[in-house]
């Protein structure tokens, strides 16, 4: 694989060679080849790799999967890379399914804990924004999330313009044999972004415990903008953090 240089790019095939603009903006140029479907599907010699493609298959599913259960923040916090993300992720849970032979491990069958802690915005991580401390209640049958008290102006970072925001607890039940999902969410008022003392915020969502569902509980905070008194939703990418505090 090879960049383009010059001034003119290209995209389309020329003869055995493929041009391209990739996600990053880059111009590339590849040639075409390797070896046939067929080949790939029967040759015995590409068993590891048709082992490698179950599993990669399963992983793409499984992380568009929990992109849909979490559309209420994917529309918001995601900068664009949210699926490769959560793909890379979803990938480490199947190979740490510990009963499956190699090529039929499972998202279901893996450790969904690794995906405690995961940021659904690269742009806008969670403790970069939010300049305090949550406190995460994780007990058998509820996960309760404290915001502290605080003075926004002072412990939140937010776009100019900004005069609201809002924090949010999101609980994905999940299913993944069923391929089934259902959200719940727990917002708090949209408070005024100003300078003086808001006292702490607490958020809570109780534990189905329905057989065969995951739970994964999200906070996320967004912030809102005030125009000729209506409040709307920023929508700033950049500015919106969103991240995984509880697996169950």
Do not use: C
Not at 9 to 22: A, H
Not at 187 to 216: C, D, R
């Amino acid at each position: 694989m090879a960049k383009q240089a010059g001034y003119i790019k290209l995209e389309g095939t020329i003869g055995d060679l493929s041009f391209y603009k990739n996600r990053d903006g880059n111009f590339i140029a590849r040639r075409k080849g390797g070896v046939t479907k067929k080949r790939l599907l029967t040759d015995p010699k590409f068993q590891r790799t048709r082992e490698n493609m179950q599993e990669f298959s399963r992983a793409a599913t499984a992380a568009k999967f929990l992109k849909n259960a979490f559309r209420e923040i994917e529309i918001k916090s995601n900068g664009g890379r949210l699926h490769n993300r959560l793909y890379s992720q979803s990938m480490k849970v199947i190979k740490s399914d510990p009963t499956s032979a190699r090529g039929e491990r499972k998202f279901e069958l893996g450790d969904m804990s690794i995906l405690r802690g995961f940021q659904f915005s690269e742009k806008a991580v969670f403790d970069q924004v939010f300049k305090k401390q949550l406190t995460i209640v994780d007990d058998p049958a509820s996960v309760t999330v404290t915001v502290p008290e605080m003075v926004p102006s002072k412990y939140l970072v937010y776009a100019q313009g900004t005069t609201h925001y809002r924090f949010s607890l999101i609980r994905a039940a999940v299913n993944a044999v069923d391929g089934t999902f259902y959200t719940e969410i727990n917002a708090s008022e949209n408070l005024v972004v100003n300078s003086q003392t808001h006292p702490e915020l607490v958020l809570t969502l109780p534990k189905p415990a329905i057989a065969g569902e995951n739970y994964f509980f999200a906070v996320s905070l967004e912030f809102l903008m005030e125009v000729n008194g209506g409040q709307y939703d920023s929508f700033d990418v950049s500015m919106n953090p969103a991240v995984i505090l509880a697996v169950v």
